[in-house]
């Protein structure tokens, strides 16, 4: 069935360093492709998506390209804040796994830290 | 505009109890999926309902279920806790017109003892 990969955490980074979360996926037809983000003790918030190849989501300084190629979603952003520690999760839908609006498959997550 | 709003926050039960969790989608949303966030992990799909019916399910017993309501909000009911059952619920709703993006509510934490 479709999975998603993730790098494992967590992740320490320094104030204003570059930011790569690697994602991975394996799909059987032509999900869309997400960016989660969760902050301590809070439920998940979107932080941005794509939907078909090539496409680049961005939102708050963070992008990721939809590479069909290489079936990956990579999180990158160039100047990281400590506001920006949280678990971030990379995720598909599923059409295939049924239901008229596709349920998410996630990976298991990347904890950030980011240090002043 | 409301958000996706869930009760209660916390909730301690026993093994072998029964609970009912609770939904109301954000304004306009007609799909609620509810998923099983386990500590540490990504979360789990459990189904979807789309117009108070069951459509789609994941690798859950059917001891989970579910309802929706004609004002789209809706519960998670489940039967017979097992301790396995501690997680983090959460619900997520979705606009017609944008079938994929889920937006979550700030989940329930569920403790089985």
């Known amino acids: 069935g479709d999975s998603v990969t993730q790098m494992e955490g967590p992740v320490t980074l320094s104030e204003e360093a570059f930011l790569t979360i690697n994602c991975t996926y394996t799909a059987t037809g032509y999900p869309s492709l997400f960016w989660y983000v969760q902050y301590p003790g809070e439920g998940l918030q979107l932080l941005l998506k794509a939907t078909k190849a090539d496409d680049k989501g961005s939102n708050k300084g963070f992008e990721a390209t939809y590479r069909k190629e290489t079936t990956s979603f990579h999180l990158e952003k160039g100047s990281v804040q400590v506001s920006d520690s949280a678990v971030y999760f990379c995720?598909?839908?599923?059409?295939?796994?049924?239901?008229?609006?596709?349920?998410?498959?996630f990976g298991k997550g990347t904890k950030l830290s980011v240090k002043p | 505009e409301t958000g996706v709003t869930q009760s209660p926050t916390h909730l301690i039960k026993t093994r072998g109890q029964q609970v009912t969790l609770r939904c109301s989608s954000q304004?306009?949303?007609?799909?609620v999926s509810w998923y099983q966030q386990a500590l540490g992990q990504g979360p789990q799909f459990i189904f979807q309902y789309y117009r108070e019916e069951e459509n789609g399910r994941g690798n859950f017993p059917p001891r989970f279920s579910g309802l929706q309501f004609p004002n789209y909000s809706s519960e998670l009911n489940v039967n017979a806790l097992e301790l396995d059952d501690s997680a983090l619920y959460l619900c997520a709703s979705s606009l017609v017109t944008f079938p994929d993006t889920q937006y979550f509510g700030p989940g329930t934490r569920l403790t089985v003892l």
């Open positions: 304004s306009g949303h007609n799909t």
């Open positions: 995720a598909l839908s599923d059409r295939a796994g049924g239901g008229s609006q596709g349920n998410l498959i």
